[in-house]
């Protein structure tokens, strides 16, 4: 029997938030009472998201929608949210698996987590329940990026990834239509592998177009560039056969600080000769000749030993992500094959008296910085290498000074006064005027400990 007690409440503020939004004039509040809004309105839309999910799951779990003639609890979802089919499905999905995490269900009914962030969680925590409450506690402390990469690596450890490699493998396409203004549109679903050597070879040329417009004085976005890659490198390849220089190799890094043994490597790992040469000519630089494309892969140690993952370790490709343990050791078989920490050298140790930064310091900086170190900033392309104490002030080349900047942040910091810190694993950003009220933390909850 409906507690109409509640539902009369529920309409009260409903009807409160109506009046409200309705007489809102955004023109006449002042930035920092604006931003105090909009807290007050995210927190009030994840309440309300968290109702909408524990009453999802009842409305399905009682038939409701069979009495109100839909075809599904999707359906029903789908027509009262005003949303998609897939939407709704995904919404349902979330709202059952909650029942088997209270940690997760506690979090939402708190307002902690938003949907999309309970959707994340679930999905991971579900299959393996040991981590719901570091998933939850990780939702707080990162962006919604990290988050998912984190969850994915949960999911890596509790699912067979070959099976689903072999999945995604089976269902591979590219499917490519012309919109309504003649343009040619493509879509794809690839293993993450052939992915991330696509993208690989499309990042390295598409960095000579952004160069090659620099210089000329022309502003065009990054995507631009991107799609002149993948043009030159099919128009330079022929039927079946990548240019000579785009080859996607493979770089395989270990744990940071950690000596790593080639000699329990996988067969064929040897380092080969580097093509460095470059050509430009025509309306842009051609991909014929230019440097490898290389494909990232970063693998525990024990892991690729051991031939699969256990709890907390990591075999993926960054700003991809998780790949087999089998896949990291065929990749391997014809990879440029580069370990982080060899023959007992500590990269931590590693201190260069110039600004030059030494090779195994911008290895494990690159593996430790995946994304610009601000917190809430997911900026993977064109980081900046930044000396956190200036080297001008005397600060070292070294890991334990160095951060990997987008180039906004990198500009507040340099020109702007604003700081940097970090505390043991965590990154701070604060402004440039010391009596400020507090850090400004942007679109994260202030904090993000390394990821990695």
Same mark, same amino acid.
């Given at each position: 029997?409906?507690?109409?007690?509640?539902?009369?409440?529920?309409?009260?503020?409903?009807?409160?938030?109506?009046?409200?939004?309705?007489?809102?004039?955004?023109?006449? !509040?002042?930035?920092?009472?604006?931003? %105090?809004? /909009?807290?007050?309105?995210?927190?009030? $839309?994840?309440?309300?998201? *968290? @109702? #909408?999910?524990?009453?999802?799951?009842?409305?399905?779990?009682?038939?409701?929608?069979?009495?109100?003639?839909?075809?599904?609890?999707?359906?029903?979802?789908?027509?009262?949210?005003?949303?998609?089919?897939?939407?709704? !499905?995904?919404?349902?999905?979330?709202? %059952?698996? /909650?029942?088997?995490?209270?940690?997760? $269900?506690?979090?939402?009914? *708190? @307002? #902690?987590?938003?949907?999309?962030?309970?959707?994340?969680?679930?999905?991971?925590?579900?299959?393996?329940?040991?981590?719901e409450r570091e998933l939850v506690e990780a939702a707080g402390e990162g962006s919604l990026n990290v988050l998912r990469l984190r969850c994915r690596r949960v999911r890596a450890t509790a699912e067979d990834q070959n099976a689903t490699?072999?999945?995604?493998?089976?269902?591979?396409?590219?499917?490519?239509?012309?919109?309504t203004e003649g343009a040619v549109r493509l879509d794809a679903r690839l293993t993450p592998d052939e992915g991330a050597r696509i993208l690989a070879a499309v990042k390295r040329v598409s960095a000579r177009f952004a160069e090659q417009a620099r210089k000329s004085g022309r502003l065009e976005p990054a995507a631009a560039h991107a799609a002149d890659a993948l043009a030159a490198i099919v128009g330079h390849c022929g039927a079946d056969v990548m240019p000579s220089g785009t080859r996607a190799g493979v770089t395989m890094t270990g744990e940071p600080g950690r000596r790593v043994n080639r000699g329990t490597m996988p067969r064929g790992s040897d380092v080969p000769s580097d093509d460095r040469g470059t050509t430009t000519g025509g309306d842009g630089p051609r991909p014929g000749a230019g440097p490898q494309a290389v494909v990232h892969v970063r693998v525990d140690h024990e892991a690729l030993v051991r031939g699969h993952l256990e709890a907390g370790e990591v075999c993926e490709i960054p700003g991809v992500g998780p790949i087999p343990v089998a896949t990291a050791r065929r990749l391997a078989e014809d990879a440029i094959l580069h370990v982080l920490v060899t023959d007992g050298v500590n990269v931590r140790a590693v201190v260069n008296a110039g600004r030059s930064i030494p090779a195994p310091v911008r290895a494990a900086l690159v593996e430790r910085d995946q994304t610009c170190v601000v917190p809430g900033c997911d900026a993977r392309d064109r980081l900046e290498i930044d000396h956190v104490v200036p080297f001008a002030s005397g600060g070292p080349t070294s890991l334990d000074n160095l951060a990997m900047l987008c180039h906004w942040h990198h500009y507040l910091k340099t020109h702007q006064g604003y700081r940097l810190s970090r505390d043991g694993g965590t990154w701070w950003w604060s402004p440039p005027d010391p009596t400020a009220p507090g850090p400004v933390l942007g679109p994260g909850q202030g904090r993000r400990p390394d990821d990695g």
């Open positions: 029997m409906m507690n109409f007690m509640t539902f009369d409440s529920l309409q009260r503020v409903a009807d409160d938030l109506r009046g409200i939004v309705g007489a809102l004039e955004p023109g006449c !509040i002042e930035g920092a009472d604006a931003s %105090r809004l /909009l807290g007050c309105f995210v927190e009030i $839309e994840r309440l309300a998201a *968290a @109702g #909408k999910l524990l009453m999802a799951r009842r409305v399905e779990s009682s038939n409701a929608w069979r009495r109100s003639g839909h075809r599904s609890a999707a359906a029903h979802l789908a027509e009262a949210t005003g949303t998609g089919l897939g939407t709704a !499905i995904d919404a349902l999905e979330t709202a %059952r698996r /909650l029942e088997a995490l209270p940690a997760t $269900e506690e979090a939402v009914r *708190a @307002g #902690k987590l938003s949907e999309v962030q309970a959707r994340e969680i679930t999905g991971a925590a579900i299959l393996r329940p040991a981590a490699y072999e999945s995604i493998r089976r269902s591979r396409y590219l499917r490519h239509w012309t919109d």
